[in-house]
């Protein structure tokens, strides 16, 4: 007697231990090693990040300049579908919602989704999958919360991870064909600490080049430069509410309209946060 | 995959600036009756949950719902979160997410 719900492709895609055969929508990559550890790595992410991927086509899926593969999510499970050989939850971490679809051939994967119900924290290790341009998550491990201190603790890891990606490994993201907004995050940085290395020069010299600047990138760097340097003064500093993008103008003889577009740039860089609308800190690392 | 309705993390503190939108926070409870509960923020203000949760609260409450002002939370959705929970690392993660990480939840 044959099993007929038996499907070799998709039992091992959900054990997920075999990564070349699990993603067939992931190509083999002739890769280096350092493309292969990083194809490898989980990453504990928000949906939100999830939904700013760059969209590379769906076999080519990378956030911050690291390839995501596998990747770890917390939230709340608000609808759970049922089907024969797998269940699908929707799972709402506070930034999103995404689907989570979990393969259930054995008794232990049965197990394991029977102990979920709706409205209970779970977290989630699975891997991105895009098809036809619907982004799911192919899950391999599903359990619920139990420890709510979890929920804290993922969150300010997707935070680490973030900045660790975006700061602290320099300039990940060498490809200069992203112009999104996750990008932004990772190809700036180096452009920015090159000017800030050495604040006096970078000063001084943004400000005997402005006027010879005739493209719109070493104006945004040259304007960036000038903010920054104002916004880390000590008396600036001091301001706990900040400092408004008008006072900022006005200090610096720039239009407002220039100065919000440089601290929104500089906001989404991490290096200036917002206190209220349109007041300004220095992100005092 | 849907991003349109997040809750922002709030304290008590970081309330007013999402008046009018979903939030999320914590709460350690300090009285509960049929229409609200009322706690502590996990930076020690007084909020209000209107609203009642479908089973008894634990000691510390997760509220999801709309702020309605700076004190007070029309919830929609709660969970209890037992009776010990780290509420000054939660306060922290609100700074952050609404501080120089915004952009990773909203």
Known sequence: MQSNEFDGNAAFSGGGFMPSQATQTTPDRPSSASKNSDARCLLPLTVKQ??????????????EGVDVNNIVLVGKV??????????TFRVDDGTGWVECTKWVHEHLDS????????????????????????????TFSIRPVTDYNEITNHFIECIYVHFYNTKMRGCINTQPGMTNSVSGMTAQPQVANS?????????????NQT?????????????????????RQPACI????????????RELNISVDKVRQTLDFLASEGLVYTTTDDYFKFTDA | MDISSPAAF??????????GRKVRTVLQVTRSDIASVIGKSTDGYQLVAKGSPHVPPTSFVEVIGVAENENTIRAELWTNFGDTFDASSY??????????FKHLFL
């Open chain 1, 238 to 249: 001091a301001f706990e509410m900040g400092v408004s993008s008008v006072v900022v103008a």
């Open chain 2, 91 to 100: 306060d922290q993660l609100c700074q952050l997410a609404n501080g120089e």
């Open chain 1, 50 to 63: 999830l939904v700013d991927l760059s969209r590379g086509g769906e076999s080519d899926i990378s956030i």
């Open chain 1, 111 to 138: 197990v394991e989704v029977d102990a979920i119900s709706v409205g209970m924290y779970v977290r989630v290790y699975g891997q991105l999958k895009s098809i036809h341009s619907r982004r799911t998550v192919h």
């Open chain 2, 10 to 19: 709030a304290n008590g503190g970081l309330l007013r600036m999402h008046v």
């Open chain 1, 78 to 87: 608000s609808k759970i579908d049922n089907a024969v050989s797998e269940c």
């Open chain 1, 211 to 231: 006027s010879q600047y005739n493209n719109d990138e070493e104006q945004i760097r040259a304007l960036s430069s000038m903010v920054l340097q104002y916004l």
């Open chain 1, 195 to 207: 000017n800030f290395g050495d604040p006096g020069k970078g000063y001084s010299y943004e400000a």
